[in-house]
């Protein structure tokens, strides 16, 4: 919880509304913290003179800031939004991790605005800010800005699936490497480097949400989002390809040691939110296996989920210790210094599956015995 003076909120000339939209159970969004947010900032304006700008930074449905939260705020305040009330739609295309470095270089700006005041409020904040170092400015309706943000994020984490797509399709082809296809094709200007790296998929606090929630925005408009549909479906499948291959490669999981490198959704951080861990976890024990995890942050928020029916280790050496195989979920740069010989002294049976692509496979080749990597070419047991 947290308390702001509804007396300091409306001496603020601009407002910036930047509270979470969760996913709600029907797969759409929980609007209740930014109702909430809104009605205390419309209170809070009530007996306010002069100008006050609200800025909504948080993601938001196509339609929600008009039909939403304007009526909320008009009446919380007593006043119509145009004349005292300013409101603009601006999303945020921060990076967890890189959040400040994103702030003070962004690729462009987005402004939706309610009238051409709010906007140039705003705007003319960003100018003072960012002075020679403007970035991009787009400038256009509430509706669009709100579309932009979920447009950007289901793009992104499209792509991700559509190389997961590639990869795994490589996976089958001897001699094919999906890191290499990445190169190839993201030296392409129109397709473009950035978001190419096949693993076991995304996840997080955002890219899942937002697929789910456009998908779920989409269909109740009348419109079937098949694409969106199918990067939901290959990111919800691509965790479980890494069980796959262990269990093409030992038969089973069944009262199998298995060592799994990295638990948070990206390296860096000890968020697991949506994190892929999760469903290999999870799928990993319902198959009979036992699991000894180790991350270098997200231990604490994972024995919260899944307390003592996992192992937690103190250090990947102490992770692959005795076990039947390890796979590479996160790719925190700690493990990247794990040598062929580490995994072969330390595991029962020296099978590695790197989910996140690593290691340089061929230092790996005749010194563990297998060595399986997402999107890398390999004749194994159908
Ligand atoms: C993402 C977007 O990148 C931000 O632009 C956006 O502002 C933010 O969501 C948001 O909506 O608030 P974030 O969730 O912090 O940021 O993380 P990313 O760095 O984008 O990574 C997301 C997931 O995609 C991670 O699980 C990562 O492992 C995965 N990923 C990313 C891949 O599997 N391959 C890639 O090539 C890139």
């Known amino acids: 919880g947290f308390k702001v003076s509804s007396e300091k909120l409306g001496l603020a000339d601009i407002i910036f509304l930047t509270v979470g939209t969760p996913s709600s159970n029907d797969g759409g969004i929980d609007l209740s913290y930014i109702k909430n947010a809104s009605e205390m ?8 003179e002069g100008y006050h700008l609200i800025a909504v930074k948080s993601t938001v449905i196509p339609g929600t800031t008009e039909n939403t939260l304007k009526p909320i705020l008009e009446s919380s305040s007593g006043k119509s939004i145009g004349e005292e009330i300013g409101l603009v739609m601006n999303p945020e295309f921060l990076r967890e991790g890189s959040a400040v470095q994103d702030m003070f270089e962004p690729d462009r700006l987005v402004i939706g605005e309610y009238d051409k005041k709010s906007g140039d409020v705003l ?20 509706v669009n800005a709100e579309f932009i943000k979920y447009a950007n994020n289901a793009f992104l984490a499209t792509k991700i699936s559509f190389i997961n797509d590639i990869a795994n399709i490589a996976q089958t082809v001897p001699g094919a490497d999906v ?23 995304y996840g997080g606090s955002c890219f899942p949400k937002d697929v ?17 549909d199918s990067a939901n479906e290959v990111n919800f499948r691509q965790p479980l390809v890494a069980l796959r291959l262990v269990k093409q490669l030992l038969g089973t999981l069944e009262d199998k040691r298995i060592a799994i490198l990295g638990l948070s959704f990206k390296p860096n951080t000890d968020d697991i939110r ?24 997200a231990m604490e928020n994972m024995s919260r989920i899944f307390g003592s029916k996992i192992g937690y280790a103190q250090s ?31 595991m029962r049976n ?22 399986v990597a997402i999107g890398l070419g390999n004749e194994l047991p159908k």
Not at 351 to 367: H, M, N, Q, T, V
């Open 350 to 371: 020296s099978l590695i599956i790197d989910g996140r692509r690593i290691f340089d496979a061929k230092s790996f080749e005749d010194k563990v015995s297998k060595f």
């Open 212 to 228: 789910k929630a456009l998908v779920a925005f989409s269909k109740q408009n009348g419109y079937d989002p098949i694409l969106l």
């Open 179 to 201: 890191t290499i296809i990445s190169k190839g094709i993201g030296l392409d200007n129109r397709i473009g480097g950035q978001f190419l790296n096949a693993g076991l998929g």
């Open 274 to 297: 949506e994190a892929v861990s999760l469903p290999i976890i999870k799928a990993a024990l319902e198959q009979g296996a036992s699991v000894t995890a180790y991350d270098p942050e």
């Open 123 to 142: 705007e003319g904040l960003y100018r003072g800010f960012y002075h020679r170092k403007m970035p991009p400015l787009l400038r256009t309706n509430l």
């Open 316 to 346: 990947a050496l102490e992770a692959i210790d005795d076990a039947d195989c390890c796979i590479v979920v996160t790719e925190w740069d700690e493990f990247r210094k794990l040598r062929p010989e580490d995994f072969a002294s330390k």
């Open 41 to 48: 900032i419309g209170k809070a304006l009530k007996d306010q």
